[in-house]
């Protein structure tokens, strides 16, 4: 700060403005309010503060509006990992029922929904199933349960499991969790379930990986009785990639691994980070898939449900959606759908369920944010024939099965990582709070050559000229009536002495019309009772 010069400059108040001005550190301040008059220097100097201070407000405004569009950028980024979680891999057989575990009670409440079935059929279709006929007086079942239909007569993991292996070391069906999906029953490898620990690997490459033999049974696939909804046309497993935070939709995003051959996948990890609002739309908060019959927003609000909710995922907003929408229109949900609804009948499914979702995928009608963080797996697949000749012939002694079922239905699946890095894709703000700061204070000292110091000084006098002004004005306007009444009291030419009324010359008032003669120079009057004399 610099400090005032002179004895006229130290006598000024603090308030005035040219005191300020000469110690002020804003650039070209004092070239205005300096001493003197106006001059055509210190109009120059006012008009390029003037100009200088719009300019930088200019620029502060442009920053804060910038600043208000919330921006972002994405950026992508590979990182190496000494060790990595393996994911979940899950696994479903093409075909959903064996053909050999399907009854008369089945096909009389489930026939038509699943197979197009109708009841005139059930004889003709149990002699190419290889059963016997309905019995006369058969009686079907008060009630029926699809996911009881699908956990008994879909394939098990325990016959279609032919050898399976984790890095070289032995994994059974034990390392596997049963899981409904919209396929039917399938199984989950790696899922987490139930606080088990998750594996992980510490090499890439064939052999660090999941390799498992399976049979697809394919003798067992249902024949094909009418082209319907649910006929299906291959034969396989199906199989998806996915994190223990996602549900599997394995209908829509899982890939196919054909008999008589061995498919190997090399996988990716990548982990996305998004924003949350204002500078993005992802969401961390699950959506519940119960629900209540008032509301027809299939998003909209719901009861809470007991319990604690899994991690936010794309996927698992969508089955809620699915769920919550399904419920409403047909008052059950399907068998794979979260939520605490009744499941569907095999009428409902038909009729309602199957159709009802279709709609929904078509129209789109769930819009789901992307979550805040979420792993995905890219994936590059490659395969070969397989068994040869001589591997079949060991195969089929092994198994106990001929060798054209073996090159029929036995396929290998190895999974592993290509190599120990990920990729991040990570949005961030492209306009931080600080880099608004830094852009105000750069243009602050371009311009007006100020500083934070400089607002300071600003805010400071602006107290001192409020309080020697303002605050001494309205001071002076509250005793000026105490102080004229106390002085004409006390005035020492004002007085009484008894009966007579004595005023100095000086102070009586002039009247043209008095004789001068009555006028007593320099002496009091005492018995005058008219005008006074000059």
């Not at 590979?78 to 060790?83: D, G, P, Y």
């Not at 029926?144 to 325990?158: K, Q």
């Amino acid at each position: 700060m610099k400090t005032p010069s002179g004895p006229e400059e130290a006598q000024r108040p603090a308030s005035d403005i040219r005191v300020f001005a000469s110690s002020c550190t804003l650039h070209g301040l004092s070239h205005v309010f300096g001493p003197g008059s106006l001059t055509p220097r210190r109009g120059l100097w006012a008009v390029a503060i003037l100009l200088s201070l719009a300019a930088f407000l200019y620029q502060v405004a442009e920053r804060v509006r910038y600043y208000g569009e919330f921006h972002h950028e994405t950026a992508l980024d590979e990182r190496e990992s000494h060790r990595l979680t393996f994911p979940a891999i899950t696994l479903c057989n093409i075909n959903p029922l064996r053909r050999s575990r399907l009854t008369p009670n089945d096909l009389h409440w489930a026939g038509q929904a699943l197979l197009g079935l109708e009841p005139t059929e059930h004889a003709t279709f149990l002699r190419i199933l290889g059963q016997p006929p309905t019995l006369p007086g058969f009686m079907p079942s008060p009630t029926f349960d699809m996911a009881r239909l699908y956990a008994r007569a879909g394939h098990t993991l325990e016959d279609m499991l032919l050898d399976c292996r984790y890095r070289g070391q032995p994994c059974g069906p034990e390392n596997f969790t049963a899981i409904f999906t919209r396929m039917g029953r399938c199984y989950t490898f790696n899922s987490g379930a139930n606080g088990e620990e998750l594996l992980t690997t510490p090499k890439g490459g064939a052999g660090n990986g999941l390799e498992v033999m399976l049979d697809v049974q394919e003798d067992e696939y249902l024949p094909v009785w009418k082209d319907v909804e649910e006929t299906l046309f291959e034969v396989g497993i199906r199989v998806q990639i996915h994190s223990q935070e996602e549900p599997p939709i394995i209908d829509q995003l899982g890939f196919g691994v054909a008999p008589g051959y061995q498919t190997f996948v090399s996988c990716q990890q990548q982990q996305l980070s998004f924003l949350p609002p204002p500078w993005g739309d992802c969401s961390s908060a699950s959506l519940d898939p119960d629900f209540e019959l008032e509301p027809s927003d299939p998003l909209g609000p719901s009861s809470p449900t007991p319990g604690p909710r899994p991690p936010y995922s794309l996927v698992g907003c969508r089955l809620a959606c699915e769920t919550r929408y399904v419920a409403r229109k047909c008052g059950c949900r399907m068998m794979h759908m979260p939520g605490g609804a009744p499941v569907c009948s095999p009428q409902q499914y038909k009729d309602c369920a199957n159709v009802a979702l279709d709609a929904m995928l078509r129209k789109d009608a769930c819009t789901c944010p992307n979550p805040c963080t979420s792993t995905r797996y890219a994936k590059e697949l490659s395969m070969v024939r397989m068994p040869s000749r001589a591997a079949t012939r060991y195969l089929a002694r092994k198994y106990n099965r001929s060798e054209a079922y073996i090159a029929e239905n036995v396929l290998v699946l190895d999974i592993f990582f290509e190599a120990l890095n990920y990729e991040t894709v990570e949005q961030k703000k492209a306009y931080e709070v600080s880099e608004l700061l830094g852009d105000i204070g750069g243009q602050m000292g371009l311009f007006i050559g100020a500083s934070l110091l400089t607002i300071l000084e600003i805010l400071d006098y602006l107290c001192e000229v409020f309080r020697n002004r303002v605050l001494r004005y309205l001071w002076n306007g509250k005793r000026s009536p105490k102080h004229s009444s106390t002085n004409l009291a006390s005035h020492p030419s004002l007085c009484r002495h008894q009966d007579s009324f004595c005023l100095p010359p000086h102070l009586l008032p002039r009247h043209t019309a008095l004789d001068p003669k009555m006028c007593l120079q320099g002496r009091t009057l005492t018995s005058w009772t008219g005008p006074a004399c000059t």
